[in-house]
Every structure is written in structure tokens, then in C-alpha cells.
């Protein structure tokens, strides 16, 4: 199966959302890329409780300070776009209400002829959960498999009921339904999360794992997936690759993944190929300063990664 390549929608303070968004889908669908992708950051904390990701004393990056809805960055991309598939990497689960959620993206997937793809992950800024969250911080995963639930129940026949801790949907017609089963990628890290991946999503959404430790992960995926008597041929990669660009070539012995030349993040993305990723999300916006220097570079990466034989 060839390599699918995913573009990052521009979201950032720097870029005119009246038009960079629709400008960059538009032609990143011509320059070939099989999906668009956006992500989700609510609010940046003045005095954050706790570093970025959660790493003691690592700051918050200034590009987060401001972040478009991904809930509306999509839309305008699904309508100058034809083919590019439309996805989350991600959507942060708690954060939103699981009907109002189901209800956003099957309409987009029918408005969209059946493109998205839902990606979602359970977050880890204590400040946003203060913020926004539907539950507790302790009660992500939970509330997580929720969501699941709640998806299958309103993208599946009428009449739609549920109860469950957060929701109540009494016997009722919820409409309009998805063009097609949307395929649900979760986002996992510890066991207990690639345990919910290998049991209930269609795919995984790894991020920041070097090659050969992925390559270790996934099958170690399959391997719980297969255990619950599922197709573990049937999941699909995604890797989100976090690209950061610099002019000289970086130390391969310090390196981390996508960080690098373009030469070097052009490696990155084929021995991620061969770790087991069915597709690379490559986020390019934080190395441009607007729509056309980001689509540039986005031609750039994906001619080259095309030129060195990855397919």
C-alpha cells in the first residue's frame, strides 16, 4: 500500500483565516496530498499549572497562543476541496459534548461526501479541563469511551437511544447521518490507551515516537488487537509529524523525529513508512510566516519525499 501523505491547515495567530485556510487546502490538494488535518489547542495559560504536555518547566510555545476552532477550519476546507480526506489529530475529547460532537462531524461528513476522518485524544493541559472540560481531568478516559459509544448510537439507524454517565438520548431520530462509517483514530501513549485503540478505533495516532520504537509499538498493537479478535490488518497509522525546520543538518545522535533539514525530515517520514505508518501528517505552519510561504514548502516537502521513491 503506497504512503499517504497528510498536510496541517493553517490555525496560528500569524495566518488570515478570512482566506490562508481555504488557499492552502486548495492548492495542497492539487500539489497531491491525500488529507488535511487540524488540531486543537482552547486557550494558552499566562500562568500555565503545569509545563507543556505536562513536562515540568517545559514552556508553552508562543505559536499556541492563538489557535483557530478546528471545528471551523475544517468546513472551509471541505468546501474548496474535492478529494483530500478531512481529519482531527486531534480533537480533544472531554472538551466537547458527545452529542453536539457526533452531530458536527456526520454533518460534515455528508456535506463532504463522506471525507472525515475523527481523530481524537483525551488532552493533557489541566488548564483547559479548568476551563472547558465536560468532566474531570481524572475522568478523561471515561469520558473518552463515552464519546465512542455516543458516535456508534447517532451514526447508527434510527431510532437513536443511549444512557450513559454524560449523556441521555431517549428513543429519537438524530440526523443527518455520516456518508460513510467515519473512521475514528485515537491518539495512545500507555497501555491502558493502546488497549482502547486496539479494541475500538479504526486507527492509531502516534506522535513524537522515533521510528524504531514505533515499529516496537505497533506491533505490540496488533498484537492486543488480534488478542480481542480483531482484523489487526484492518488498522490503519497515522504518524503526526510536528515538523521543525532548520537550515544546517541536525546531530542524528540528538535529533529528534521531524526536527531537521528537509533532507533529514524527508528520511524521517521513510523510516516511519517502514515502522508500519500507513500515512504522515506533516504540520509544516510553524516554518512559515503565511499562506503562500506554507504552501511553497509544502510542494517542496512532498515533491521530495515523492522523489526519493517513497510511495
Not at 492563538?66 to 471551523?72: E, N, T
Not at 483547559?128 to 448510537?153: H, K, N, T, W
Not at 521513510?270 to 509544516?284: P, T
Request: charged share 20%.
Amino acid at each position: 500500500m503506497a504512503l499517504r501523505l497528510g498536510l496541517g491547515l493553517p490555525q496560528m495567530k500569524r495566518y488570515d483565516m478570512a482566506c490562508d485556510v481555504t488557499q492552502v487546502a486548495r492548492a495542497a490538494e492539487q500539489i497531491g496530498y491525500d488529507s488535511l488535518w487540524v488540531f486543537e489547542r482552547v486557550l494558552f495559560p499566562e500562568r500555565p499549572t503545569q509545563g507543556l504536555y505536562g513536562v515540568p518547566g517545559l514552556a508553552w510555545p508562543d505559536a499556541y497562543r492563538s489557535v483557530a476552532d478546528p471545528l471551523v477550519v475544517l468546513p472551509l476546507a471541505a468546501a474548496v476541496t474535492e478529494r483530500a480526506q478531512l481529519g482531527s489529530s486531534v480533537l480533544i475529547a472531554p472538551l466537547h459534548v458527545p452529542i453536539q460532537l457526533a452531530r458536527t462531524l456526520a454533518t460534515l461528513d455528508a456535506a463532504s461526501n463522506g471525507r472525515v476522518m475523527a481523530g481524537l485524544g483525551t488532552g493533557w493541559s489541566h488548564d483547559e479541563y479548568a476551563a472547558a472540560s465536560i468532566a474531570p481531568f481524572e475522568q478523561r478516559g471515561a469520558v473518552l469511551d463515552e464519546m465512542l459509544d455516543v458516535f456508534a448510537a447517532v451514526w447508527g439507524p434510527h431510532p437513536v437511544s443511549y444512557q450513559g454517565t454524560w449523556t441521555v438520548i431517549n428513543e429519537a431520530e438524530v440526523g443527518p447521518k455520516p456518508a460513510h462509517p467515519i473512521p475514528v483514530y485515537l491518539a495512545a501513549t500507555n497501555r491502558k490507551a493502546l488497549d482502547r485503540v486496539a479494541r475500538r478505533a479504526d486507527g492509531w495516532l502516534p506522535t513524537g515516537v522515533p521510528a524504531e520504537q514505533l515499529a516496537a509499538q505497533w506491533r505490540q498493537l496488533m498484537e492486543i488487537a488480534a488478542s480481542h479478535g480483531r482484523d489487526a490488518d484492518a488498522l490503519k497509522m497515522c504518524v503526526r509529524a510536528n515538523v521543525e525546520l532548520t537550515k544546517a543538518p541536525v546531530d542524528d545522535g540528538k535529533r529528534r523525529p521531524f526536527v531537521g533539514t528537509v533532507e533529514q525530515i524527508v528520511r524521517d517520514v521513510a523510516a516511519h513508512a517502514d515502522a508500519g505508518a500507513h500515512e504522515v501528517l506533516l504540520d509544516l505552519q510553524g516554518n512559515a510566516r503565511d499562506a503562500r510561504e506554507l504552501t511553497d514548502l509544502a510542494a517542496r516537502v512532498y515533491a521530495e519525499v515523492r522523489a526519493a521513491g517513497i510511495q
